[in-house]
Each structure stands twice: as structure tokens, then as C-alpha cells.
């Protein structure tokens, strides 16, 4: 299910289409199920209304929920068919989406969501297994085994594709990424709830329809039980991600504090890190990357920590030996790092972040794609960065004129495509970048009380 926020013309479009679609399974299902025999569907589906709103799981980390009434719907379908459980389905998403969201938008397509997959996902089983849903014939356990798996298959891609497709439309991320990430785990709730629909399946033909009574009240104890671990489950997030983010500013104090007394380390991190995670986003690096990215921009320079300081300070270009000294401060940075020992892959990305597209820079000579993604990333923005600042040796390009230096190096320094991608999106970002350096720990300043200090303590 997808919560309310702000929506572009994509998601508008998408919600139109599939609410389109969803209308007409939805007119379909109730004129077919108008003329119907069989009246038990009825006591199925009010017992789902009772349950969808209890039964609502948020599952810590991510937008999507698990809902209970799934169970109820599956269970629909191999009982009574497709047109009971669109029915069924519809009901289910409506309550549900209630709950999570005040958008008539998301609202309509939440609900078409759950009617197009219940259509796709019983017809397609009905064509595989043809008594599948059939309520004069009954399955042998086999063969609702099969049309159990097909089924849950379908309807799994289905609205997973869709919420996915809604959500990333706008997010603007990267489709297959973000479903991978969000979705791809909840499979599991699916064959569980196939797994639950074979069982009741078997317990109808057994005891009767009453038996759901029986199934509804443990599913209540279940849904109780499943939100009191993952609010638990929350919580700890929550401490894990303050943590977090204690240690990446304390990250940012030292790296600041190093920049503040020389070192080479520059005293803009806070626009590289900007710069960077709005290019990583845009190539579509995972999450795990992007915090990499995130602290890498702050820490890949730490390594100048190790080089002759009159070498970092000179005011003329460094000789080919000088260079060479220099171009130490990589494999110093990443050895801090892993001494550190973060999560994610922060020293690869400092170890890279000076190869070349055409595999002639430094560490290893990589070449292309055997450089990390974000190493390509920071190495676009750091450029971009020192380009636009004042050195000693020359004074700062304007942004047309440092774009037009790196184009002329595409391909032979920087990865063509994130080139590309990183000019699209620079003119905004750096107004943004620029913003977010000038809110951030005041460099100047440090560096002026850091002098000061210094300077009484010689005199004393």
C-alpha cells in the first residue's frame, strides 16, 4: 500500500490507468457475482472487514505494510473465485488504504491495485487449473497446491509492481532498484498466505464454513503479536539510526578539525557531500552505497594526513616525485577507514575515487566498470569541486567554464554517463550544496580559534 505525498504528472497518469482498470474488474466481479448461487462469500467478506482494520502491520524500515485481510482474500478466491475475491480484494484495500492515507489519489489507486492483481492472479490460476475457485467441484490438495502457487506468484508481481511503480514514480527513483530493495522480501507473506488458503481450504471441506471464525480470532492474536515485536523492532532502528548518526558527526567535527590546522583536507565537505549524494542518487546506488558515499565525501581526504605538509601548502604545481608522494593519501585514507571499520564500503570508494575511466590513474589503474560505482561518483564531484574553488597555483573556474574542462575529459577521466547525468542536475544541486556548506560546522572559524590557540601557547 502507498501513503499519501506530493504527486507529478507520472503517478497522476498511472493512478487514472489502473484506477480504469480496477473500476471495470470491480463492475465485472459484482455483475457476475450478482446472479450467484452461493451467499457464504458474504460472511467471508464482512469477517475481512473486521479484520483488515486490526490486521494492519507496518513493517519497520519501509513504506509498504502487510495486511491480514490478504488472508481472507486468498482464501476467497480458491473458495468462491475470481469475482468474490475482486470483491473481497476491493473491500480489503479500501479499508485498508483508510487507514494509511488521505489522498482520494492514492486512495482509488490502492484499491484498483488490489482489484487488477485479484483479476490477473484467479484467472490466471483458473487457466492452469480450470476447477480453481469452483464451488460445485473441489480440488484434490495437489492440484490447489499448484493453482495456490501460480496464484500467489501472480498476485505478488502484480501489486508489488504497481505500488512499486506508483512510489518510485514519485520518488524518481529507479524502478527495479527500489522494488528490489522494498518488495522483493515480501514474497515471503504471499506463500505464507497461499500456505493459510491450502490449510483453510482443506478445513472447509472438512468442518464447514465456520471454521473461518475460528481462523479470524488467531489471526487477530497473530496481528497483535506481530505489531508488538516490530514496534519493538522500530525502536531499536531508531536507536541504531541516532547512533549513526552521533558517529557521522563526529566523523564531520574530526575531519573538520583536521581541515581546520591544513592537512589538505578540504573545508567544503559539506557541498562534496551534497554533490555526491544527489549524483549517487541519480545513478542509482544502493542504499548501502549511498551511506558509503555519504561518509566518503566528508573522509576522502584524510589520507593528507600522512603527506609532508609543505607539500600540501605549496603555492606552485608539484613536481612528478611530489606527485607521486602525494598520490599516497588514497591508500592511507582507505586503511583509516577500515581501521574504523564501517558498515559499508566507505574505503573502496576512497581507495578509487582517483582512477580514470580509461584505467591511467591511480591506485590500481582500474578501468571502466571496475570502478566502484560511487568511487566514479565522487571522483565527477571532487573535480567539479576543486575547479570551482581558489587555489594557490589559480584562481576558480565559473561552472559553465569547470562543466566545459570535464566534458573535454569525458570518457578519458570520468564515466561518460554519470558525466552526463551530474551536468543535468549540477546548476540546481549546487545552489542547494552551497546552502548546505553554509549551515554546516564553520571551517573559518575553527581554523581562526585553532591559530589562536596555537599562537598563545608558543608565546607562553
Same mark, same amino acid.
Given at each position: 500500500?502507498?501513503?499519501?505525498?506530493?504527486?507529478?504528472?507520472?503517478?497522476?497518469?498511472?493512478?487514472?490507468?489502473?484506477?480504469?482498470?480496477?473500476?471495470?474488474?470491480?463492475?465485472?466481479?459484482?455483475?457476475?457475482?450478482?446472479?450467484?448461487?452461493?451467499?457464504?462469500?458474504?460472511?467471508?467478506?464482512?469477517?475481512?472487514?473486521?479484520?483488515?482494520?486490526?490486521?494492519?502491520?507496518?513493517?519497520?524500515?519501509?513504506?509498504?505494510?502487510?495486511? #491480514?485481510?490478504?488472508?481472507? $482474500?486468498?482464501?476467497?478466491?480458491?473458495?468462491?473465485?475470481?469475482?468474490?475475491?475482486?470483491?473481497?480484494?476491493?473491500?480489503? @484495500?479500501?479499508?485498508?488504504?483508510?487507514?494509511?492515507?488521505?489522498?482520494? !489519489?492514492?486512495?482509488?489507486?490502492?484499491?484498483?491495485?488490489?482489484?487488477?492483481?485479484?483479476?490477473?492472479?484467479?484467472?490466471?490460476?483458473?487457466?492452469?487449473?480450470?476447477?480453481?475457485?469452483?464451488?460445485?467441484?473441489?480440488?484434490? !490438495?495437489?492440484?490447489?497446491?499448484?493453482?495456490?502457487?501460480?496464484?500467489?506468484?501472480?498476485?505478488? !508481481?502484480?501489486? $508489488?509492481?504497481?505500488?512499486?511503480?506508483?512510489?518510485?514514480?514519485?520518488?524518481?527513483?529507479?524502478?527495479?532498484?527500489?522494488?528490489? =530493495?522494498?518488495?522483493?522480501?515480501?514474497?515471503?507473506?504471499?506463500?505464507?498466505?497461499? @500456505?493459510?488458503?491450502?490449510?483453510?481450504? =482443506?478445513?472447509?471441506?472438512?468442518?464447514?464454513?465456520?471454521?473461518?471464525?475460528?481462523?479470524?480470532?488467531?489471526?487477530?492474536?497473530?496481528? #497483535?503479536?506481530?505489531?508488538?515485536?516490530?514496534?519493538?523492532?522500530?525502536?531499536?532502528?531508531?536507536?541504531?539510526?541516532?547512533?549513526?548518526?552521533?558517529?557521522?558527526?563526529?566523523?564531520?567535527?574530526?575531519?573538520?578539525?583536521?581541515?581546520?590546522?591544513?592537512?589538505?583536507?578540504?573545508?567544503?565537505?559539506?557541498?562534496?557531500?551534497?554533490?555526491?549524494?544527489?549524483?549517487g542518487k541519480e545513478a542509482g546506488c544502493s542504499a548501502d552505497?549511498?551511506?558509503?558515499?555519504?561518509?566518503?565525501?566528508?573522509?576522502?581526504?584524510?589520507?593528507?594526513?600522512?603527506?609532508?605538509?609543505?607539500?600540501?601548502?605549496?603555492?606552485?604545481?608539484?613536481?612528478?616525485?611530489?606527485?607521486?608522494?602525494?598520490?599516497?593519501?588514497?591508500?592511507?585514507?582507505?586503511?583509516?577507514?577500515?581501521?574504523?571499520?564501517?558498515?559499508?564500503?566507505?574505503?573502496?570508494?576512497?581507495?578509487?575515487?582517483?582512477?580514470?575511466?580509461?584505467?591511467?590513474?591511480?591506485?590500481?589503474? %582500474?578501468?571502466?566498470?571496475?570502478?566502484?560505482?560511487?568511487?566514479?561518483?565522487?571522483?565527477?564531484? =571532487?573535480?567539479?569541486?576543486?575547479?570551482?574553488?581558489?587555489?594557490?597555483?589559480?584562481?576558480?573556474?565559473?561552472?559553465?567554464?569547470? #562543466?566545459?574542462?570535464?566534458?573535454?575529459?569525458?570518457?578519458?577521466?570520468?564515466?561518460?554517463?554519470?558525466?552526463?547525468?551530474?551536468?543535468?542536475?549540477?546548476?540546481?544541486?549546487?545552489?542547494?550544496?552551497?546552502?548546505?556548506?553554509?549551515?554546516?560546522?564553520?571551517?573559518? =572559524?575553527?581554523?581562526?580559534?585553532? %591559530?589562536?590557540?596555537?599562537?598563545?601557547?608558543?608565546?607562553?
Amino acid at each position: 500500500m502507498t501513503q499519501n505525498k506530493n504527486h507529478s504528472n507520472t503517478t497522476i497518469l498511472l493512478s487514472i490507468l489502473v484506477t480504469l482498470a480496477g473500476a471495470a474488474a470491480v463492475a465485472t466481479a459484482v455483475a457476475r457475482q450478482a446472479v450467484a448461487a452461493e451467499h457464504a462469500w458474504m460472511m467471508m467478506i464482512a469477517m475481512m472487514l473486521l479484520i483488515a482494520p486490526l490486521g494492519v502491520i507496518k513493517i519497520p524500515g519501509i513504506k509498504a505494510r502487510v495486511v #491480514l485481510g490478504d488472508m481472507i $482474500t486468498f482464501a476467497c478466491a480458491a473458495l468462491f473465485g475470481p469475482s468474490a475475491a475482486v470483491i473481497a480484494a476491493t473491500f480489503d @484495500g479500501a479499508v485498508t488504504s483508510l487507514k494509511i492515507t488521505k489522498s482520494p !489519489l492514492t486512495f482509488c489507486y490502492n484499491v484498483a491495485t488490489c482489484a487488477v492483481s485479484m483479476t490477473a492472479a484467479t484467472m490466471t490460476a483458473r487457466a492452469a487449473f480450470p476447477r480453481f475457485g469452483s464451488t460445485s467441484e473441489r480440488l484434490p !490438495l495437489s492440484e490447489l497446491v499448484g493453482a495456490m502457487g501460480i496464484f500467489a506468484l501472480c498476485y505478488f !508481481l502484480i501489486s $508489488t509492481a504497481l505500488v512499486a511503480s506508483f512510489i518510485a514514480a514519485r520518488k524518481r527513483a529507479p524502478l527495479w532498484q527500489f522494488w528490489r =530493495e522494498n518488495f522483493l522480501w515480501t514474497s515471503l507473506s504471499y506463500l505464507a498466505n497461499a @500456505g493459510f488458503t491450502v490449510a483453510a481450504y =482443506e478445513l472447509v471441506g472438512r468442518f464447514g464454513f465456520y471454521i473461518f471464525f475460528v481462523g479470524a480470532a488467531a489471526m487477530f492474536l497473530i496481528s #497483535l503479536f506481530y505489531r508488538t515485536y516490530f514496534d519493538k523492532v522500530e525502536t531499536a532502528n531508531s536507536r541504531a539510526e541516532s547512533m549513526e548518526e552521533l558517529n557521522y558527526h563526529t566523523i564531520e567535527a574530526m575531519v573538520a578539525a583536521i581541515g581546520a590546522i591544513g592537512y589538505g583536507v578540504k573545508m567544503n565537505v559539506r557541498r562534496v557531500q551534497h554533490l555526491a549524494l544527489a549524483l549517487g542518487k541519480e545513478a542509482g546506488c544502493s542504499a548501502d552505497e549511498m551511506k558509503a558515499l555519504r561518509v566518503a565525501a566528508l573522509f576522502h581526504d584524510i589520507g593528507n594526513v600522512a603527506a609532508p605538509q609543505h607539500m600540501l601548502e605549496k603555492s606552485t604545481m608539484l613536481t612528478p616525485e611530489e606527485f607521486e608522494k602525494i598520490k599516497l593519501h588514497v591508500g592511507t585514507g582507505a586503511r583509516l577507514a577500515e581501521v574504523i571499520g564501517f558498515p559499508y564500503p566507505v574505503a573502496d570508494i576512497i581507495k578509487h575515487h582517483h582512477e580514470r575511466f580509461d584505467g591511467t590513474g591511480y591506485p590500481n589503474k %582500474l578501468k571502466g566498470e571496475e570502478i566502484p560505482l560511487p568511487a566514479r561518483v565522487l571522483a565527477i564531484v =571532487e573535480c567539479y569541486n576543486a575547479l570551482t574553488m581558489d587555489h594557490p597555483f589559480r584562481p576558480r573556474l565559473g561552472c559553465p567554464d569547470a #562543466l566545459k574542462v570535464m566534458k573535454d575529459h569525458s570518457l578519458s577521466a570520468f564515466d561518460p554517463q554519470l558525466l552526463a547525468r551530474f551536468m543535468d542536475l549540477v546548476t540546481t544541486a549546487d545552489v542547494e550544496a552551497r546552502r548546505s556548506q553554509s549551515s554546516s560546522i564553520e571551517i573559518d =572559524e575553527m581554523q581562526a580559534e585553532f %591559530l589562536h590557540y596555537r599562537q598563545s601557547c608558543q608565546a607562553a
